[in-house]
């Protein structure tokens, strides 16, 4: 058996102004543990981020869970500065950040209910969220495990990608083999990427050669939440486009 993960982005009716208000702080703490970890000689070691940091998160208005939640992506942003040689100048700036949500069975930040979502807000745990998904929403509620979510803005609009889990036996895996990486947040500089396969093309679509580096590892996929993401330079990934 093996596992494999599917990201669900969401449109949800969470006031506008909670939401941004939310992403702001969000941002703010991550710059903060940022210059924390910087000054610390580029700090890329969770754990110990976290004893020098967990304070400014937590001053900084994020819950204790959603506090090391943002210790954790710093910790990742100078860990794939180290992975690549790069040895960083000045701490790494944060800009509009999707706010890293945990979810899963406990649901300490996210979770799904008949009444709609719950979810972690810096006003508040607001209960009852209306959201509306892609038709395959159903499936992946009723056949997969929940994971976590990243709340963000676009265009004016609330949105919340979803992580789903399933294990497949491997007479699956040809059909969930990764055969690229889609760039995502290039525009701030952000260069997360999440894994392709096979089953994920559309008609239409195809998968074009960005490089020849490595692909991020399937210990990097499956250790970075909710969506099989992680950093990598731009010169890591593959991106899909139209078919010509």
Sequence with gaps: MSEIVRTVKLKIALPFDVARQTVVVWTKACNAVSRIAFDAGGLSNAVRLHALAYRAAREGGLS?????????????????????????TRPCQFREQAVVLQGGKRGRDVS??????????VSGRCKAVPFSG??????????WAFGDGRLSIHRGQVFLALSFKKEVSEQTAPNDAVIGVVILDLAYKDYSWA????????????????GQS?????????????????????????????AG
Aim: glycine share 4%; proline share 10%; charged share 15%.
């Design 64 to 88: 204790a869970q959603v506090a090391q939640s943002c210790i954790r992506h710093v910790a990742s942003k100078y860990a794939a500065l180290r992975s690549n040689g790069v040895v960083p």
């Design 112 to 121: 799904l209910r008949s009444s709609g979502l719950s979810l972690w807000t």
């Design 134 to 143: 892609p038709p395959n929403l159903q499936d992946k509620l009723a056949n």
């Design 195 to 210: 894994a392709l396969t096979q089953s994920d093309q559309a008609a239409g679509y195809t998968t074009a050669d960005m």
């Design 214 to 242: 490595p692909l991020p590892t399937e210990e990097d996929a499956t250790a970075a939440p909710p969506s099989a993401r992680s950093s990598a330079t731009p010169s890591d990934a593959g991106n899909a486009q139209p």
